[in-house]
Nanobody
Framework: QVQLVESGGGLVQPGGSLRLSCAAS????????MGWYRQAPGKQRELVAR???????IYANSVKGRFTISRDTAKNTVYLQMNSLKPEDTAVYYC?????????WGQGTQVTVSS
């Protein structure tokens, strides 16, 4: 069992930045991968970024060059640094990991980009 708790969302103006955090209830050192997903109203949930245990990362084309995923195994936390935010980044952002045959999700954190 893994509990994931996201934080760091909020309201930000276009061009601004936010850093999301995802705290896991146990060590993430051995996790094969963790990811950030988002879901906007009326749209399907989509992968934003993913990081493997070896530190490899992948990003959705829409966020490449603006978002950075990282992890701190000492704090059991994964981060999503979001820069140059756009209104189309508005969504609920979820943390995810797949461990031992089960898919784990956090409760989500709302990000709203608006002037």
């Amino acid at each position: 069992q893994v509990q994931l708790v996201e934080s760091g969302g909020g309201l930000v103006q276009p061009g601004g930045s936010l850093r999301l955090s995802c705290a896991a209830s146990r060590s993430i050192f051995s996790f094969n991968a963790m990811g950030w997903y988002r879901q906007a109203p009326g749209k399907q949930r989509e992968l934003v970024a993913r990081i493997t245990s070896g530190g490899s990362t992948i990003y959705a084309n829409s966020v490449k060059g603006r978002f950075t995923i990282s992890r701190d195994t000492a704090k059991n936390t994964v981060y999503l640094q979001m820069n140059s935010l756009k209104p189309e980044d508005t969504a609920v952002y979820y943390c995810n990991t797949y461990q031992s045959g089960a898919n784990y999700w956090g409760q989500g954190t709302q990000v709203t980009v608006s002037s």
